[in-house]
C-alpha cells in the first residue's frame, strides 16, 4: 500500500512540476483555459451523443414501437411529421450523420487547441531557457558543464510531448467518463463489471513498470549531455583526432553513449505500448462473453443486438482513451527528469534581461584599475593581486607575461566580463561593475581565436545586427580601415560572400582583420588584442600590427596583450605581469 501511495505522490509531484513551468509564461490568459475546457466539453458530449443517436437508431430499426409512449420520442415523430418506419429511419440515420460530422469537427479543433497550447508553451519555456544561457554571468556560465545546458535543447521535446499528453489525457478522461455514464444507462452491471477488469489490468501494467520507465528516463536525460559532450568533442577535436587516429577511440565512446540512450529510449516505447494488445484481445472477448452471458436475459437477438453494437463502438472509442491514458501518464514519467532539470535552470538566479537600448557609457579620460583583486574561486589562489594601473584614453598600452601569469584574467577584468573580488575599475570615475552593459557598448576585444559565424563578410563585420539594419557604407569603411577591403572587393559576391563555418573559407590573418574590422563598425572606444597576432607568420603579424598601431589616436584606446616583447615596441607603456603582480617596464 506504501508503494502504490508513494507512486501517486510522485505522480502528483510531476504534474505540479508541470503547473508551476507551464504558468511561468506570463501570456498564458485565462480566455485560452476557458475556450480550452468549452470545446473539451462540447466535444465529449458530442461523443456520448454518437452513442445515443446509434442505440436509438438500431432500436428503432429493430422495433419501431419500442419508444412509442415516450414523451420525447413522440414529439420527435409529431414535429418532423413522420408517418412511417423509413421516414423515421431516414431522420434518425441524418441526425447520426451530423452528430458524427460535429463530433469530427470539434474533435478536430480541440486537437488544433492542443498543438497550439503546446507549440506557444515550447516556444516560451525554449525562449526562457535560452534567456536564462545568454544572459548569464559570464564567469558563471563557464563555471558550469555546457553540455549540461546545451541538453536542454534535446530535453524540451520531451517536455512538449509530455504537455501535449496531458492535456489530451484531460480529453480523454473527460470523454471516458460520458461515455461510461452512457452506456451505465444502457447496461449497468456489464459496463461497471468491465471497466473494473480494464482499469485494473492499466494499474497493474503501471505498478510493474513505472520504477523502470523513470529509472531509463534518468539515464537518457544524463546520457544526453555525454552524448553531446562526445559529438562536441568531435568536431571542436576533429583535427587532433584525425592526425592521431582516434577515430575508433571516439567511435567507441559515441557508441557506448549512443547505447544506453536509445536503449532507454526504446525500453520505454515498448512500455507504452505493452498494454494495447493484451487489453485488444480481452476486450473482443468481452463482446463474446457478454453476448453469452446476457443472450438469456432476452427475448430475441432483435432486443439484444442495439447493445452489442453500442458496446462494439464504445469499445472502439474507449481502447484508445485508456491506451491513451495509459501512454500518457506513462510519457510524463518519462518526462519527469528533463521536467524537473528545466524548471530548476529557468528558477536560477541570473543577469535582468534588459531589452530598453543603452546608451554607452562615456569614455574621454582614463581607466583607473585600483586595488585590484581576483581569484575565480574563494579557495583558489589569487591570479592578480593589489594592481593599480592607469590607461589614458587614446593610448597605446602593452601587457606582456607568461603564459598563465593573468594577462587574459586582466583583459577580462577591464572589459567587465569578470568582477574584481578585491578593488574596483573605474571609467572617467565610474565604476564598470555598475553600468557593465553601458560599457560593453563602448569596447571590443580581439582575441587569438576569432568567433566566425556561417554568414556573409559584411554580416560578420556587422556581428549582432541583422540582415536589413546593417549599414553597408559603415561596414565598408571599417573594412577598409582594417585594410580588408581590397581582398573583399575581389570576391565575386563582394561584402555578400560567405566565409564558411568558423571562417574557414578565409586564412588567419583574414579572419584577424575582419575582427578588428567588427571593432571599428561597433565605434568602440576601447579595443583589446589578446595575442591576436600569436598564429600568425612573421610577415602577416607585421602587416596586422602596422594596421593596429595605424588606427586613431582620437577615436580608439589600444591595449595590445603579447608574450613577445618585440610586438610591443610602439606602445606608449609597457606593463609585465609577474607572480600576480604588474611591473612597468616602459
Given at each position: 500500500?506504501?508503494?502504490?501511495?508513494?507512486?501517486?505522490?510522485?505522480?502528483?509531484?510531476f504534474y505540479?512540476?508541470?503547473?508551476?513551468?507551464?504558468?511561468?509564461?506570463?501570456?498564458?490568459?485565462?480566455?485560452?483555459?476557458?475556450?480550452?475546457?468549452?470545446?473539451?466539453?462540447?466535444?465529449?458530449?458530442?461523443?456520448i451523443?454518437?452513442?445515443?443517436?446509434?442505440y436509438v437508431?438500431?432500436?428503432?430499426?429493430m422495433?419501431?414501437?419500442?419508444?412509442?409512449?415516450?414523451?420525447?420520442?413522440?414529439?420527435?415523430?409529431?414535429?418532423?411529421?413522420?408517418?412511417?418506419?423509413?421516414?423515421?429511419?431516414?431522420?434518425?440515420?441524418?441526425?447520426?450523420?451530423?452528430?458524427?460530422?460535429?463530433?469530427?469537427?470539434?474533435?478536430?479543433f480541440?486537437?488544433?487547441?492542443i498543438?497550439?497550447?503546446?507549440?506557444?508553451?515550447?516556444?516560451?519555456?525554449?525562449?526562457?531557457?535560452?534567456?536564462?544561457?545568454?544572459?548569464?554571468?559570464?564567469?558563471?556560465?563557464?563555471?558550469?558543464?555546457?553540455?549540461?545546458?546545451?541538453?536542454?535543447?534535446?530535453?524540451m521535446?520531451?517536455?512538449?510531448?509530455?504537455?501535449?499528453?496531458?492535456?489530451?489525457?484531460?480529453?480523454?478522461?473527460?470523454?471516458?467518463?460520458?461515455?461510461?455514464l452512457?452506456?451505465?444507462?444502457?447496461?449497468?452491471?456489464?459496463?461497471?463489471a468491465?471497466?473494473?477488469?480494464?482499469l485494473?489490468?492499466?494499474?497493474?501494467?503501471i505498478?510493474?513498470?513505472?520504477?523502470?520507465?523513470?529509472s531509463?528516463?534518468?539515464?537518457?536525460?544524463?546520457?544526453?549531455?555525454?552524448?553531446?559532450?562526445?559529438?562536441?568533442?568531435?568536431?571542436?577535436?576533429f583535427?587532433?583526432?584525425?592526425?592521431?587516429?582516434?577515430?575508433?577511440?571516439?567511435?567507441?565512446?559515441?557508441?557506448?553513449?549512443?547505447s544506453?540512450?536509445?536503449?532507454?529510449?526504446?525500453?520505454?516505447?515498448?512500455?507504452?505500448?505493452?498494454?494495447?494488445?493484451?487489453?485488444?484481445?480481452?476486450?473482443?472477448?468481452?463482446?463474446?462473453?457478454?453476448?453469452?452471458?446476457?443472450?438469456?436475459s432476452?427475448?430475441?437477438?432483435?432486443?439484444?443486438l442495439?447493445?452489442?453494437?453500442?458496446?462494439?463502438?464504445?469499445?472502439?472509442?474507449?481502447?484508445p482513451?485508456?491506451?491513451?491514458?495509459?501512454?500518457?501518464?506513462?510519457?510524463?514519467?518519462d518526462?519527469?527528469p528533463?521536467?524537473?532539470?528545466?524548471?530548476?535552470?529557468?528558477?536560477?538566479?541570473?543577469?535582468?534581461?534588459?531589452?530598453?537600448?543603452?546608451?554607452p557609457l562615456?569614455?574621454?579620460?582614463?581607466?583607473?584599475?585600483?586595488?585590484?583583486t581576483?581569484?575565480?574561486?574563494?579557495?583558489?589562489?589569487?591570479?592578480?593581486?593589489?594592481?593599480?594601473?592607469e590607461?589614458p584614453?587614446?593610448?597605446?598600452?602593452?601587457?606582456?607575461g607568461?603564459?598563465g601569469?593573468?594577462k587574459?584574467?586582466?583583459?577580462?577584468?577591464?572589459?567587465?566580463?569578470?568582477?574584481?573580488?578585491?578593488?574596483?575599475?573605474?571609467?572617467?570615475?565610474?565604476?564598470?561593475?555598475?553600468?557593465?552593459?553601458?560599457?560593453?557598448?563602448?569596447?571590443?576585444?580581439?582575441?587569438?581565436?576569432?568567433?566566425?559565424?556561417?554568414?556573409?563578410?559584411?554580416?560578420?563585420?556587422?556581428?549582432?545586427k541583422?540582415?536589413n539594419?546593417?549599414?553597408?557604407?559603415?561596414?565598408?569603411?571599417?573594412?577598409?580601415?582594417?585594410q580588408?577591403?581590397?581582398?573583399?572587393?575581389?570576391?565575386?559576391?563582394?561584402?555578400?560572400s560567405?566565409?564558411?563555418?568558423?571562417?574557414?573559407?578565409?586564412?588567419?590573418?583574414?579572419?584577424?582583420?575582419?575582427?578588428?574590422?567588427r571593432?571599428?563598425?561597433k565605434?568602440?572606444?576601447l579595443?583589446?588584442?589578446?595575442?591576436?597576432?600569436?598564429?600568425l607568420?612573421?610577415?602577416?603579424?607585421?602587416?596586422?600590427?602596422?594596421?593596429?598601431?595605424?588606427?586613431?589616436?582620437?577615436?580608439?584606446?589600444?591595449?595590445?596583450?603579447?608574450?613577445?616583447?618585440?610586438?610591443?615596441?610602439?606602445?606608449?607603456?609597457?606593463?609585465k605581469?609577474?607572480?600576480?603582480?604588474?611591473?612597468?617596464?616602459?
Amino acid at each position: 500500500m506504501d508503494k502504490i501511495f508513494d507512486k501517486l505522490t510522485s505522480l502528483s509531484s510531476f504534474y505540479k512540476t508541470l503547473y508551476k513551468l507551464a504558468f511561468l509564461i506570463s501570456g498564458l490568459r485565462k480566455l485560452y483555459i476557458i475556450v480550452f475546457f468549452l470545446f473539451l466539453f462540447f466535444s465529449a458530449f458530442f461523443e456520448i451523443s454518437l452513442l445515443a443517436f446509434l442505440y436509438v437508431l438500431i432500436k428503432a430499426f429493430m422495433d419501431p414501437s419500442y419508444y412509442s409512449g415516450n414523451f420525447f420520442f413522440d414529439f420527435f415523430l409529431n414535429f418532423f411529421n413522420v408517418d412511417s418506419n423509413n421516414q423515421l429511419i431516414l431522420y434518425f440515420s441524418f441526425f447520426f450523420i451530423l452528430t458524427c460530422i460535429i463530433s469530427g469537427f470539434f474533435r478536430l479543433f480541440f486537437y488544433y487547441l492542443i498543438s497550439r497550447f503546446v507549440y506557444f508553451f515550447g516556444k516560451n519555456i525554449t525562449s526562457m531557457c535560452y534567456q536564462k544561457m545568454i544572459f548569464q554571468d559570464y564567469k558563471n556560465l563557464f563555471s558550469k558543464n555546457t553540455n549540461d545546458i546545451l541538453s536542454i535543447f534535446q530535453k524540451m521535446p520531451i517536455v512538449n510531448n509530455s504537455v501535449f499528453n496531458t492535456l489530451l489525457m484531460i480529453y480523454n478522461f473527460v470523454t471516458f467518463i460520458f461515455i461510461f455514464l452512457i452506456l451505465t444507462y444502457i447496461n449497468f452491471k456489464v459496463t461497471i463489471a468491465a471497466t473494473f477488469f480494464f482499469l485494473v489490468i492499466y494499474f497493474i501494467v503501471i505498478l510493474m513498470f513505472k520504477k523502470k520507465m523513470f529509472s531509463n528516463a534518468t539515464k537518457v536525460s544524463n546520457e544526453q549531455a555525454t552524448n553531446l559532450k562526445i559529438v562536441r568533442e568531435t568536431f571542436n577535436g576533429f583535427r587532433d583526432i584525425l592526425i592521431n587516429n582516434y577515430q575508433n577511440f571516439y567511435n567507441k565512446l559515441f557508441i557506448k553513449s549512443y547505447s544506453i540512450l536509445i536503449k532507454g529510449t526504446e525500453e520505454n516505447r515498448f512500455f507504452y505500448s505493452a498494454p494495447r494488445p493484451i487489453i485488444e484481445t480481452f476486450l473482443l472477448a468481452s463482446i463474446g462473453i457478454i453476448i453469452s452471458f446476457n443472450a438469456g436475459s432476452y427475448s430475441s437477438l432483435e432486443k439484444l443486438l442495439p447493445i452489442i453494437a453500442v458496446i462494439a463502438v464504445a469499445s472502439q472509442r474507449i481502447l484508445p482513451i485508456l491506451n491513451q491514458l495509459y501512454a500518457g501518464h506513462m510519457s510524463n514519467v518519462d518526462a519527469t527528469p528533463a521536467t524537473t532539470f528545466i524548471l530548476n535552470f529557468i528558477n536560477k538566479p541570473a543577469t535582468p534581461n534588459k531589452q530598453k537600448k543603452i546608451k554607452p557609457l562615456k569614455f574621454k579620460n582614463k581607466i583607473s584599475i585600483k586595488n585590484l583583486t581576483f581569484s575565480y574561486s574563494s579557495n583558489e589562489l589569487k591570479v592578480l593581486k593589489n594592481i593599480n594601473l592607469e590607461i589614458p584614453a587614446g593610448s597605446r598600452v602593452g601587457i606582456i607575461g607568461k603564459s598563465g601569469s593573468g594577462k587574459s584574467t586582466l583583459a577580462d577584468l577591464i572589459l567587465g566580463l569578470l568582477n574584481p573580488t578585491q578593488g574596483t575599475i573605474l571609467v572617467d570615475g565610474k565604476s564598470i561593475s555598475k553600468v557593465k552593459h553601458a560599457w560593453f557598448s563602448n569596447v571590443a576585444s580581439v582575441p587569438q581565436n576569432i568567433f566566425m559565424t556561417d554568414q556573409s563578410i559584411a554580416e560578420n563585420i556587422a556581428f549582432g545586427k541583422e540582415k536589413n539594419k546593417i549599414k553597408l557604407a559603415e561596414v565598408k569603411e571599417a573594412a577598409e580601415k582594417a585594410q580588408i577591403s581590397q581582398f573583399i572587393e575581389q570576391k565575386d559576391n563582394k561584402y555578400n560572400s560567405l566565409i564558411g563555418e568558423k571562417g574557414f573559407k578565409m586564412s588567419t590573418g583574414q579572419r584577424q582583420r575582419i575582427a578588428i574590422a567588427r571593432a571599428l563598425y561597433k565605434k568602440s572606444k576601447l579595443i583589446i588584442f589578446d595575442e591576436a597576432t600569436s598564429s600568425l607568420d612573421s610577415n602577416s603579424e607585421k602587416n596586422i600590427l602596422n594596421t593596429i598601431f595605424g588606427l586613431s589616436r582620437k577615436k580608439y584606446t589600444l591595449i595590445l596583450i603579447s608574450h613577445k616583447l618585440s610586438n610591443l615596441k610602439n606602445c606608449d607603456s609597457i606593463f609585465k605581469v609577474q607572480n600576480s603582480k604588474i611591473i612597468k617596464t616602459k
